[in-house]
């Protein structure tokens, strides 16, 4: 298996605004995404080094997250069939534009999220399209990112 990092915790708040706001004022932290109506918010410390480093949901403990980052494609696909040989669920595959994810549940039921970076700062959260791992290379999830159309969307006011 890569070596995976952690990278981001995803949190369920009641009022998302009101805690990404906190975070914003208590450590200088800077809002990189999110949605209008406040379901969600994206938090950041230093947004060119890493996409995220807060994702807070509005009353979904289920969306509760750790983010775990491996160095490429390749790493990410290694940890995708380590974890379909060790018979876990998985329950989402996601592209997200910034990044290429799985999602899968430790042995107590916390959610882990194993994450590649692609580099395309253009695309901010939430961003969520289906990834079919299935079949797919090192080259071929380069080659995916690379075809993707470019995206100018902005942080929204949570």
Not at 77 to 101: D, M
Request: glycine residues 6%.
């Amino acid at each position: 298996m890569p070596k995976a990092r952690l990278a981001h915790v995803a949190l369920s708040a009641k009022d998302p605004t009101a805690l990404a706001q906190f975070y914003e004022e208590m450590f200088a932290m800077e809002l990189v995404g999110g949605t209008k109506t406040g379901s969600n918010a994206f938090i950041a410390s230093n947004p060119h080094e890493e996409n995220h480093d807060l994702a807070i949901f509005k009353d979904n403990p289920r969306a509760a997250h750790i983010g775990l980052r491996v160095e490429s494609p390749g790493e990410l696909l290694e940890c995708y069939h380590e974890v379909k040989a060790r018979g876990l669920q998985i329950p989402y595959t996601w592209n997200h534009g910034f990044a290429l994810a799985i999602y899968f549940p430790d042995p107590e039921g916390n959610l882990i999220e194993v994450y590649w970076a692609t580099g395309r700062e253009d695309y901010q959260p939430p961003y969520v399209e289906q990834l079919d791992l299935e079949g797919q290379t090192e080259d071929s999830l380069r080659q995916l990112v690379a075809s993707m159309p470019g995206r100018n969307q902005k942080a929204t006011p949570a």
